[in-house]
């Protein structure tokens, strides 16, 4: 017996050698290729890009999964707790496994089994197991995979401290809503950072990882509510809570509030759209969209906004002169219109109009159903509002509304002001334009609207749109002339004048007043009436070749084309391209570069970009020894002579007072611009400065056709430069353009150009040293025998060509 007994242990004890043996193997194997845990301490997971207004207003976010690192040591302690209590009691008290946890989770397995039920294993793991699981292991639910989690979890418990572990876990969970990370969710969900969270609110966060689409708020209100409650309640046994604190917190509605998505300002889509894709250039799409980087950019909302106003305003203006388009669709309105009409998707950047639906038709009056809006969850909400549509409050409709409108039409209205329930008809214009509004001394894009819509269409026409700037490119031709010998007293003759190509075909400009002609001009007269002949005549004298070098130099166009016309603004280019010309001129010459970014800081803080490239000596001392104050050296490139752009400002300002830009003068102060309006009324343009801001304004059809003789720069664009100069500048002093030294100013007869006496008609015009005001009437473009009759007054300049080009 004592024998048996002892081959019996003798037995037992080889098998257990030999089972120990074998798990010891198993696991020696199940180790071999774990991955490197050690990874986890250069962590770096991808994180949101954000982008900021000047003003560090937030205006739009990058992220393929929305996630914001947030350190441990700025998590609340009763977030942490929260997520110790529901996943994992004993967290900081064990070595990485939890035995009780794995006892419980295999019980829970062998009774499924028996029971027939299949599932995978599921259950019993540590918050460090579910760190090993979710950065290191695959998510397949399998022994192995168990034992490797097991493995690695007392690994990174021997390596890393309780609260990096932590952090870990924190930062990369997922919560739904494309929420990783708790930062993010918090936002994502209650639109708070994490210190504002209310008990109710950590609590519902910290029941989401066990299953995200199972506790969605919207979908499984009642389940959402039960878990957060069974979490107040492991928070309330751990002794993280009172009991009085989670019974109130059980009580609270669960209230989310889901983040907005995409741009946050809705006025500046286009900018925001514009900035997305200068990043995307600059450091591809998986740093644009997993870096974490942090953009400041250069928008003033408040300049936005006024930008914005003034642009839909001219837009709108324009677009009722050509009448009622038609609803925006037509849509049964059934048993329900207010159903019918959210089927249709409104223009989410412009708010001050709303959707509605035609529900009874009058003669001249229509009673419609206003679009219902949606609730949190993005669902239909319940509320009904009705109101009538007066065709006496839409008088740039000249039917009646009967004629125009059915029942079930959907169309745009806005509400009357004082009269209550009662709205006038809306619509987006057909016509398109942009507004670029820019810091003259820094190339700082302050505003930027691309277009009526960015809802509607994300087409930038400030910054993708070539189009021809007609004759608001002729100071650019002026500006080399000045450049290069002539002065604003030079006179050029307007007369008519043709020009034979190199094929032999032939080309006669003409005013804008076709076939009128004035005879002999100062450059002065000549930029402020827009005179087209006058303007072909310089450049020919000048040489295009010269033409196109200025061009180059104000960064309008890489190449080009070397031909006359091409001086009156025939070739294509953009506002923004047009916007940092002028603004050029402004800067006294020195070039500008124009910049919708100011700095891109990485993850880390380090500052990666910024567009300010000008040097500053002393600007880095650490303390002041009473050393001078630091000095800046503008190093941006000198590409017109100062003198020059004082002369070529001066002469836009007589564009403002005198010529075809007279409606600025409403402003009240000194403003130097010039009208553009291409051939066939295609495009109408005005850009301006004043010594503190350059703004660009273009309009025109998207697909270019004619908007009509009177849709000139200065009848169309330049109201909305006026409108939105009235705001921008409102409040700030009336500054004079200011002339470099060493210039002189003589009075001069603008016809001749000779030094004339103070008075109504005389011009008081600015000179560079060793130049003045013209001896006599020399003029350019008049060949040696006709000068004379010129000088004498004996030229019809309308009669014909006859030696005078």
């Known amino acids: 017996m004592i024998r048996l007994l002892g081959w019996l242990f003798g037995f037992g004890l080889f098998m257990v050698l030999v089972i120990g043996a074998g798990v010891g193997y198993y696991l020696w194997q199940v180790s071999q290729d774990l991955p490197d845990y050690t990874v986890l301490r250069d962590y770096a997971p991808p994180i949101t890009t954000r982008v900021y207004a000047a003003d560090g207003y937030l205006l739009a976010e990058y992220a393929r ?44 397995y062998v009774q499924g089994r028996l029971s027939g039920d299949s599932g995978p294993l599921s259950g019993g793991s540590t918050i460090t197991q579910q760190v090993a699981k979710n950065f290191l292991l695959s998510r397949e639910q399998t022994w192995d995979r168990k034992i490797r989690e097991a493995l690695l979890a007392l690994r990174i418990e021997q390596t890393f401290s309780k609260e990096k572990i932590l952090e870990l876990y924190l930062n990369e969970i997922g919560f739904g809503f494309n929420s990783y990370g708790i930062a993010a969710a918090a936002q994502n969900y209650f639109d708070k950072a994490l210190y504002e969270l209310t008990l109710p609110e950590i609590a519902y966060l910290a029941a989401l990882p066990k299953g995200p689409a199972n506790y969605h708020p919207f979908r499984h209100p009642d389940a959402a509510i039960a878990r957060r409650n069974y979490v107040i309640d492991r928070m309330v046994e751990e002794g993280y809570v009172t009991q009085a604190d989670g019974d109130a917190a059980k009580k609270e509605p669960l209230v989310v509030v889901p983040r907005e998505g995409g741009t946050r300002l809705y006025s500046s889509g286009y900018f925001v759209e ?75 950047d412009v708010p001050e109009w709303k959707l509605a639906i035609v529900t009874e038709m009058q003669r001249n009056d229509a009673t419609i159903g206003i679009r219902p809006d949606p609730k949190v969850d993005g669902t239909m909400g319940d509320e009904r509002v009705t109101g009538q549509l007066a065709g006496s409050e839409i008088p740039w409709v000249s039917q009646k509304l009967d004629q125009i409108l059915k029942v079930g039409d959907v169309v745009y209205v ?21 507004l670029v509004a820019m810091d003259p001394r820094t190339g700082r894009v302050l505003a930027m609207v691309g277009g009526f819509s960015f809802a509607r269409s994300e087409f930038n026409r400030a910054t993708q749109a070539l189009r021809q700037p ?69 450049a020919q004298d000048l040489g295009m070749p010269m033409v196109v070098e200025y061009a180059k130099l104000f960064g309008l166009y890489d190449d080009l084309l070397p031909v006359l016309a091409m001086a009156l603004g025939s070739g294509e280019t953009t506002d923004i391209k047009m916007t940092a010309a002028y603004a050029t001129i402004a800067n006294g010459g020195r070039k500008i570069v124009p910049t919708l970014i100011d700095r891109i800081q990485d993850r880390y803080g380090t500052t990666i970009f910024k ?31 100062p003198m020059t752009a004082y002369q070529i400002t001066s002469m836009m300002e ?9 409606s600025v003068k409403a402003l009240g102060r000194p403003v130097a611009g010039k009208t553009g309006t291409s051939s066939d009324y295609k495009d109408a343009w005005f850009v301006g400065f004043t010594p503190e801001l350059t703004v660009g304004v273009y ?107």
């Open 65 to 108: 999964e929305r996630r914001l690192f947030q350190p441990i040591e700025t998590i609340p302690p009763l977030v942490v707790d929260a997520f110790v209590a529901t996943e994992d009691k004993d967290f900081f008290h064990h070595n990485g496994l939890s035995f009780e946890g794995i006892i419980r989770a295999a019980l829970d």
């Open 274 to 348: 514009e900035v997305r894709r200068e990043l995307a250039a600059l450091y591809g799409d998986d740093t644009l969209y997993g870096g974490g980087l942090s953009v400041r950019t250069t928008l003033d909302p408040r300049l936005q906004a006024y930008a914005r106003e003034a642009l839909m305003n001219g837009l709108i203006a324009y677009d009722h002169t050509r009448g009622f388009h038609g609803p925006v669709t037509n849509v049964e309105p059934g048993d329900d219109w207010g159903k019918a009409v959210f089927g249709v998707e409104p223009l989410w």
């Open 414 to 434: 806005s509400p009357v002001d004082g009269k209550d329930g009662v709205y006038t008809l809306e619509q987006p214009p057909e016509v398109e334009g942009a």
């Open 470 to 538: 007609g004759s608001s490119f002729k100071p650019i031709v002026y500006a080399a002339a000045l450049d290069n010998g002539y002065t604003p007293a030079s006179v050029v003759l307007d007369a008519p004048l043709e020009i034979i190509n190199a094929d032999g075909s032939r080309w006669s400009p003409q005013n804008y007043e076709e076939g009128q002609f004035y005879g002999p001009q100062t450059l002065r007269r000549g930029i402020e009436r827009s005179r087209n002949v006058m303007t072909v005549r310089l």
């Open 611 to 641: 567009h300010d490239e000008r040097i500053c000596d002393g600007c880095n001392a650490q303390e002041w020894d009473n050393q001078p104050e630091p000095l800046i050296i503008d190093n941006r490139v000198q590409i017109l002579d």
């Open 654 to 662: 007589g564009v403002v007072q005198r010529g075809t830009g007279t």
């Open 699 to 805: 309009i025109g059809y998207d697909t270019p056709r004619s908007m009509g003789r009177s849709a000139t720069g200065g009848g169309f664009a330049a109201p909305v430069f006026t409108a939105f100069m009235k705001k921008a500048l409102a409040g700030t002093p009336p500054t004079p353009f200011a002339m470099p030294a060493g210039m002189t100013q003589v009075w001069i007869d603008p016809t001749t150009g000779v030094q004339a006496l103070a008075g109504q008609d005389a011009i008081l015009e600015a000179f560079k040293p060793g130049t003045g005001p013209n001896l006599t009437t020399s003029v350019i473009g008049v060949n040696s025998d006709a000068f004379l009759n010129v000088q004498q007054g004996n030229v019809d300049f309308n009669a014909g060509r006859g030696g005078l080009f």
